[in-house]
């Protein structure tokens, strides 16, 4: 599996200890287990209201200039109680808002255990004012909490206050203010007016509502979807909202989550396109898995607008067909459905392609961390698949990797692997390909080959530590010869989030993928220096943009050109993640590669149900 930037733990948070607002950004204390810590008095139940308000404990920028301290006493109403998971507990507004715009009149409060009050409650709380951050170390920001409350209820049944409609007409059209000289935004005034970032911190914990909101992420395994509520970030052709650049990133992507357990109140089960109607509205929450979240206690009514899964179109007999699937950590273990449904896709969205590079093919024993590397029935439970589809006999070549040394989910020592189709497609077998050989070229002009096929691109560059490396075959169709590079470069494992408090967030992961991109580059244009008409596939999933450094550094002299640039603006996309439609996956030929017909295939990213996280892609050449 490929996310941008990681594969999500599940949802066991810790809970970081209270720091006074200089040392925020830089510490991070952990509580012990409870069964260690030594019993803490907790506040006394209040009997009145005291001297402070909600605004004065969120103040007019990210840490709340009451951090560590105790409050008494704040009064509000209860707008939603939230009864499951590892952050029990319930939201207070104050009724009776100040003018300022920039300080919220909500906060959450953490209960631990599950919270006895009910939405409409008129409560009074005393406990400490906390700075929570769900993942300090991964540059989240951090949300303003009352922790050990105490709560006397002083009324039930009261109104809500009226929630604050977030939309095109006053979220802000730049995403987050340039960082302080501490690379962070926490200690900066929020000007809720010019960004969105600092528009979502002024309403934590406040009720919000959208209304009539386009989901532009599909429901997930946690019970979660994403919409667009600003209809002016740029829309994808079947009704996502398109990642571009890293100078504007989308403002209107909000996450929906519930606030009763599935189990209570059934989720909607949402595809890319389809709209929440009517009025979501819950208070506005901040988590690490994706930024602000809307935590509805009322969901609007979901209209399924039908999204299909795409076919591709079909190619001429001198057409090679040429594709590249991340099929997503695939193990013989895993069930029979999920090769059917990959099978599927393959003979029958993609038309069955003359070549297919697959990653994320896990050795026979899966996840299992044994010292298993050889993956033949991983690949022949596959191929089966696919024939019982209705699809050809593949063949198939790949190298197996070093026990470990590749990445991925541990002990499954994912790899590429070439299939094809022998009927149509032949392969060159040039013996002395190894998981520690590099592969180089023989020869000039059409006499050019590599020097082992399959091979690998340079294995002991420090580049591909801990990451997959590059791996090439020769192959022939109709009499020419043709060299394709499977790729998976290093994920984007490591990189602080869009709604980081630092930005401009950095990008650790992607120093490693450069290296990768520039090794690979090199390899390249050792081919075109030998024969400068060859004709060079580098496809697969390379877990960065159209307009990276590291795409800018594998196309580099012209030796490789991206596809995807030359799609309409609104279909280039693969993957799907944080409401955003973006490209990971890639197909690039070299310059002797004239006709070249690509299509991205729509059949996973932006679906509920998904064989993969990520969508194939195919293009027809004529060699």
């Not at 929570?132 to 303003?144: A, I, L, R, W």
């Not at 013996?431 to 592969?439: E, F, L, N, Q, S």
């Not at 690998?456 to 010869?481: C, H, M, Y």
Request: zero cysteines; proline letters at 8%.
């Amino acid at each position: 599996m490929t996310t941008a930037p990681a594969p999500r733990p599940r949802r066991t948070l810790l809970r970081a200890a209270v720091l006074p607002a200089g040392l925020a950004a830089s510490l991070v204390l952990v509580p012990l287990p409870a069964a260690f810590a030594a019993p803490a008095a907790g506040p006394a139940a209040p009997t009145e209201a005291g001297p402070l308000r909600i605004h004065d404990i969120q103040g007019t920028t990210r840490i709340s200039p009451l951090a560590g301290k105790a409050v008494t006493g704040v009064p509000g109403i209860v707008t939603g109680v939230r009864a499951y998971g590892s952050s029990k507990g319930f939201w207070l507004q104050d009724p009776n808002p100040d003018a300022d715009p920039a300080t919220s009149e909500g906060v959450f409060v953490f209960t631990g255990g599950n919270p006895t009050v009910k939405v409409g409650d008129s409560v009074l709380v005393s406990g400490k004012v906390t700075e929570y951050y769900p993942n300090f170390n991964g540059g989240s920001q951090s949300v303003t909490e009352i922790s050990g409350p105490a709560v006397t209820v002083l009324s039930a049944g009261n109104p809500l206050p009226a929630p604050v409609v977030v939309d095109t007409r006053n979220i802000p059209g730049t995403y987050a203010p340039p960082a302080a000289a501490d690379g962070t935004v926490e200690s900066l005034p929020l000007n809720p007016e010019k960004y969105a970032l600092d528009f979502y911190e002024s309403l934590e914990g406040m009720l919000v509502q959208v209304k009539d909101v386009r989901v532009v992420q599909a429901t997930d395994k946690y019970n979660e979807l994403w919409v667009a509520a600003d209809r002016q970030d740029q829309r994808s052709r079947r009704g996502g909202v398109l990642y571009e650049s890293y100078a504007e990133p989308n403002v209107g992507r909000l996450m929906v989550q519930q606030q009763a357990a599935a189990a209570q109140q059934p989720f909607p089960v949402a595809n890319v396109g389809d709209v929440l109607t009517g009025t979501t509205t819950g208070p506005l929450d901040y988590n690490q898995f994706g930024g602000y979240t809307l935590v509805a206690g009322t969901l609007g009514t979901l209209q399924d607008n039908h999204l299909q899964r795409e076919v591709t179109a079909p190619a001429t007999d001198r057409e090679l067909t040429i594709a590249t699937y991340n099929v997503e950590n695939l193990a013989p273990g895993n069930p029979d459905a999920k090769f059917a449904e990959l099978a599927q896709g393959v003979v029958t969205n993609l038309r069955s392609p003359d070549i297919v590079a697959l990653e994320e093919i896990q050795d026979n024993t899966g996840a299992k961390n044994d010292g298993t590397v050889d993956a033949t029935a991983t690949i022949a439970k596959f191929i089966a698949a696919i024939k019982a589809a209705g699809g050809p006999a593949y063949d198939w070549r790949s190298i197996s990797p070093q026990d470990g040394k590749d990445g991925g989910e541990p002990g499954g020592n994912i790899r590429q692997v070439f299939l094809f189709n022998p009927q149509r497609v032949s392969f060159t077998d040039i013996p002395g390909g190894t998981a520690t050989t590099a592969v180089d070229v023989a020869g000039t002009g059409a006499a050019t080959a590599l020097t082992a096929s399959p091979g690998r691109i340079a294995p002991d560059d420090e580049a591909w530590t801990n990451s997959r490396k590059p791996l090439v075959g020769q192959f022939s169709f109709r009499g020419k010869k043709l060299f394709v590079i499977a790729n998976h470069l290093n994920s984007k494992g490591g990189d602080q989030g869009i709604d980081s408090r630092f930005q401009a967030p950095t990008r650790s992961s992607e120093v490693q993928r450069v290296k990768q991109a520039t090794v690979e580059q090199a390899f390249v244009a050792k081919l075109l220096a030998a024969d400068k008409e060859a004709r060079i596939v580098s496809l697969g999933d390379f877990n960065d943009y159209q307009f990276s450094p590291a795409l800018t550094a594998l196309t580099k002299d012209g030796v490789l050109r991206d596809l995807v640039n030359e799609l309409p603006e609104t279909e280039q996309y693969s993957y799907v993640y944080q409401g955003n439609s973006q490209v990971l996956d890639h197909i690039l030929v070299s310059p002797e590669v004239g006709y070249a017909k690509y299509d991205v295939v729509h059949i996973n990213a932006e679906f509920a149900q998904q064989a993969s996280d990520h969508d194939p892609q195919v293009v027809r050449i004529k060699p």
